[in-house]
């Protein structure tokens, strides 16, 4: 057991000036993927500032439309929520998804955002992991990556984002509210957390000492029908190998918008942004469906043990768009 320094934070500033201060400080609030961290020996922080009991617990409607979460809503909360479910039912599935139905009633919105990756290799300290131990190299790259992404990878790390909530946040162009020293600023979910590229260790464009305070999700008329399907290995309490989340705006059998995202294959929550494109104005049927998907993964890197993904993910594409196409005719 490594010692380390406890506070419990009163107010949001000075929670972020006493992490700011402290270059061995972290932020912890439900603590679901932290403790597990602590317990392995990937993070050894000297002191932890507990943000659990700020008053960032609400869903709020924003003036003009849409919601603001508190950073520390959980998990089971925002799903269970009336307005998450009647606006944005694809994030009531997503949360519904992850997880089990006890760390949902722990887990919290930003720290959702920021849990870091099941890669084996990245949670075994002896393994070489780029994102643990900077230069140590990535043993993913000649090891086991059924798990693995296969958009957005690099020479140094292959590892998956893990969060479903994510996925769907991202679909429904959330934007983070980030609380620093220097004040408050806001940052669109799509570009929150980083490409591994050569620094894999930086998962995400937060500075140390900033808090995530707040996502807020814009009004978006057709997430009313939006769904998300998670693929896995078992029905519950498993990581995804491909999810989807999506949104369809479908007239006289034309897709006139639409909003797509991918888990399980990215080493960050995909935005299907070539998919998007694709689709928009076209028919909405089974195969510009499929071919829309085949142009998002033409850029896909699979290994040998995560080849599946690709037919996998464009059959999983298919199948939610299509139902969301059906429910649009009746």
Request: overall charge negative; hydrophobic content about 45%; charged content about 20%.
């Amino acid at each position: 057991m490594k010692p380390f320094a406890y506070d419990r934070a009163t107010d949001a500033d000075g929670a972020v000036a006493t992490v700011t201060a402290d270059p061995d400080a972290m932020f912890v609030a439900g603590g679901t993927n932290l403790v597990d961290h602590l317990k392995l020996g990937l993070v050894t922080p000297e002191h932890l500032v507990d943000v659990s009991r700020l008053p960032l617990d609400q869903v709020t409607e924003r003036e003009g439309g849409g919601l603001r979460i508190g950073a520390t809503v959980r998990n089971a909360d925002l799903a269970a929520h009336p307005l998450v479910r009647q606006l944005y039912p694809v994030l009531s599935h997503a949360l519904l998804a992850g997880a089990s139905g006890q760390l949902r009633n722990v887990a919290t919105t930003g720290g959702n955002l920021l849990q870091r990756t099941r890669c084996a290799y990245f949670q075994d300290v002896t393994a070489a992991c780029n994102k643990r131990d900077p230069g140590s190299g990535c043993a993913a790259l000649s090891g086991w990556t059924r798990y693995h992404a296969i958009l957005g990878t690099s020479s140094d790390c292959l590892a998956a984002h893990p969060s479903d909530m994510a996925v769907a946040m991202v679909a429904l162009d959330a934007e983070v509210v980030v609380l620093g020293p220097d004040g408050e600023r806001r940052v669109a979910l799509e570009h929150f957390h980083r490409l591994p590229g050569d620094r894999p260790d930086l998962e995400t464009v937060l500075e140390h000492g900033e808090l995530i305070t707040a996502v807020e999700i814009p009004p978006l008329a057709m997430a009313r029908r939006s769904a998300y399907r998670k693929v896995r290995d078992r029905a519950s309490y498993a990581f995804a190998l491909v999810s989807v989340a999506a949104a369809l705006d479908v007239q006289d059998g034309v897709v006139r918008d639409v909003r797509l995202a991918l888990g399980g294959v990215g080493t960050r929550p995909w935005r299907a942004r070539v998919a998007e494109e694709a689709l928009v104005g076209g028919p909405a049927t089974e195969a510009a469906f499929a071919e829309a998907a085949r142009a998002e993964l033409a850029a896909a890197s699979p290994t040998d043990d995560n080849a599946f993904k690709i037919p996998m993910t464009r059959s999983t594409v298919v199948a939610v768009l299509s139902g969301l196409a059906g429910e649009e005719t009746r």
